[in-house]
């Protein structure tokens, strides 16, 4: 947290120079994701586990081969796969992965992504984030359900267009929609002048060979990517505002919706009423 409050000062301390060198600012600004050491009951579930190690490749920032860790719980034959969001790790799902590994027949699966958790990687991208599920998936199998949080559900819902992979439901906790926006926001947040961000946006697209516009959830998404659809939301969420999630709703009359009031973007997965309604979509799937 040290880290990104100093990039931040930094970035601030430059809103008013005409400088190339702050676009090297803003792209730990917007990249660099703070890692938490697991608390003592996360690293007591993660000690339950069986671990493992998968490697994926990082052709935009580091240019190198990086490691990220994995954990399964159980050895059932439905198999349960679990995306956290960004500045997060598997081990947050520590109330979900609890209460479903009271359903008998499952493998649950979590992993820390590149650049997140206990995982390799100095800066993270959502395109990281995506080839860690993808190699999950050829490692383990397609999954019965894939859960998300945050920008999770986009690395989900890109892997399974990918990998053309269509699990029996989809889980979307208070999905990231509009990255674009997203990344305008934390600018805006440091005071970045408008020609800095206009900068960094056509680094960004120089970089990854697409706009930033492309990463959208409500144009990504598909109806036929899976069997059932399912997404939760605060409509007060400060981190997904609802607008781009009630976009995404009107257009894709296929996924389901509840409200969880109060939530919050962060808390919503230790949500005592989600995990009971997760937890039932899955025994129901079975």
């Excluded at 009630?246 to 995990?275: C, F, G, M, V, W």
Aim: charged letters at 25%; one cysteine or more.
């Amino acid at each position: 947290m040290k880290k990104i409050k100093e990039i931040f000062t930094r970035v601030k301390e430059l809103q008013h120079t005409d400088n190339e060198d702050i676009t090297d600012l803003i792209w730990p600004l917007i990249c660099y994701s703070p890692k938490f050491p697991p608390r003592l009951p996360q690293q007591q579930l993660l000690d339950e586990s069986a671990p493992f190690t998968l490697e994926v490749n990082d052709l935009h920032f580091s240019h190198s081969i990086l490691k990220f860790n994995g954990f399964t719980w159980g050895n059932g034959s439905r198999k349960v796969l679990i995306t956290h969001g960004w500045s997060s790790k598997g081990a947050d799902f520590i109330d979900l992965i609890t209460a479903l590994r009271t359903i008998d027949d499952l493998q649950i699966i979590a992993f820390d992504a590149p650049g997140n958790g206990s995982s390799d990687g100095e800066l993270s991208n959502l395109l990281l984030f995506v080839e860690a599920v993808k190699a999950v998936i050829y490692t383990y199998g397609a999954p019965d359900v894939m859960i998300g949080h945050s920008l999770g559900v986009m690395a989900n819902t890109l892997a399974i267009k990918e990998t053309g992979i269509k699990p029996s439901l989809l889980i979307n906790i208070t999905p990231m929609v509009n990255l674009k926006e997203n990344f305008i926001a934390t600018m805006n947040n440091a005071d970045v002048p408008q020609a800095a961000q206009d900068k960094f946006f056509e680094s960004f697209n120089k970089i990854f060979d697409v706009p930033t516009s492309y990463f959208n959830l409500a144009d990504i998404y598909k109806a036929d990517i899976a069997q059932k659809h399912w997404l939760a939301y605060d409509r007060e969420d400060k981190m997904a505002p609802f607008s781009y999630t009630q976009e995404l709703l009107n257009r894709h009359a296929a996924i389901t919706s509840k409200e969880y009031p109060d939530a919050t973007h962060e808390r919503i997965i230790k949500d005592p009423r989600l995990i009971a309604d997760v937890l039932e979509l899955v025994k129901n799937k079975q």
